[in-house]
């Protein structure tokens, strides 16, 4: 495993990391729901049927995460099947919820542009209506010519002067109301999706899809990371917990990019050097003299379990460690299957 080789750089996150990432967990998973339920309760308007697809919603979306999280503990331990098999049921669980995203957010963003239509909607009849009297005026103005033509000004075209008076009069009173209107309210979701559309020279129908499934994907992305972030380090807390008093020394590790080697003090040159001399009269040692040392002195005891924790050598090694040792004379094997130290 690769924690093995990363105990004396890396170490558990605090309170602050675990709490932050909790949160976006927290909110991700709520929000991936809301919009899930939204789904599936406009399915059916039955109280009974709406509680039970409600229920179904919720059971969808918690499996979805569990799947998630299941995959990422089977692929840690190597079974790839299982893995595959809890990827299969992630991938699943998630389209249902990519779809409820989906209508949820469509729903959000349609319900915006409805009331941009309505107010423009109103302002538009008073355009048609301030229209329709200037194209009277208009008609009004042919049949004054008309008169003019046939010398009758003063009974028609007087008459129709006064009618284009009183028109003028209400178109100025149409036009009052209208610019009294209050201006219509363009939020930031359709002002992006008119940008969209405008620069992909698309209509605005497709640009609203396709930012809402981009957000649809992205939420469960982002939900997903999370989770895969919190599982992760739930192995590595349980690996740090067995191992924590293990003693590794950072030479037989490989140190990861960017570390800084810490600097030791100058009243500590000392010592330093005389535990680098230690280290170095260890490191002479072969890996049976450095057991039996440890035994000794000990450090750790006389057991297959005890070598395998300290020194992070596989089974295999250790057995065919223990039966050199053995076969040197160095250990021997009670009636009991204990391991003991040949004075």
């Known amino acids: 495993m690769h924690y093995k080789t990363m105990l004396g750089y890396r170490y558990p996150k605090g309170p602050f990391a675990m709490i932050s990432v909790y ?21 059916d308007d039955s109280p009974m049927m709406k509680a039970l697809f409600g229920t179904l919603a919720i059971i969808f979306e918690a499996g979805k995460f569990y799947a998630w999280y299941e995959f990422g503990e089977r692929r ?20 249902i919820s990519i779809g409820g995203s989906i209508g949820g957010i469509n729903s959000a963003t349609n ?65 009052e109301e209208r610019d009294s209107l209050p201006p219509v309210a363009q939020g930031s979701a359709i002002g992006l999706i008119d940008s969209l559309a405008s620069a992909f020279q698309v209509s605005q129908q497709t640009a609203q899809f396709g930012l809402v499934v981009f957000l649809s994907i992205l ?17 590595f807390r349980r690996f740090y917990q067995h191992h924590a008093e293990i003693d590794i020394t ?3 590790m ?52 005890a070598v395998c924790r300290h020194f992070l050598l596989p089974t295999d090694d250790v057995d065919t460690l223990f039966e050199d040792m ?4 160095v250990l021997a094997k009670k009636a009991n299957h204990h391991y003991y130290l040949v004075a």
């Open 254 to 305: 490989s140190k990861p990019v960017g570390y800084l080697e810490h600097k030791p003090a100058i009243d500590s040159v000392v010592n330093a050097d005389s535990d680098n001399d230690k280290q170095q009269d260890d490191a002479d040692l072969t890996l049976a003299q450095r057991v039996e040392l440890a035994v000794k002195n000990g450090v750790i005891t006389c057991s297959k379990k």
């Open 250 to 252: 950072p030479e037989t």
């Open 326 to 329: 053995m076969n040197d004379g």
């Open 219 to 235: 939420l469960d992305l982002f939900a997903a990371f999370f989770v895969g972030v919190i599982g992760e380090e739930t192995r």
């Open 111 to 175: 319900k915006a542009q409805s009331v941009i239509a309505i107010e423009q909607a109103k302002v538009d009849a008073y355009n048609r209506q301030i229209d329709a009297i200037e194209k009277q005026i208009d008609l009004n103005n042919l049949a004054a010519e008309k008169y003019i033509q046939m010398e009758r000004i003063a009974t028609g075209v007087s008459r129709i002067q006064a009618q284009n008076n009183t028109l003028r009069e209400e178109q100025i009173l149409l036009a």
């Open 76 to 95: 840690a331990h190597r079974n790839y099947m299982g893995s595959f098999t809890a990827l299969v049921f992630y991938l699943v669980l998630a389209a």
């Open 23 to 43: 949160s976006f967990t927290g909110a991700a998973v709520v929000t991936s729901t809301v919009f899930s339920l939204l789904l599936f309760l406009s399915i």
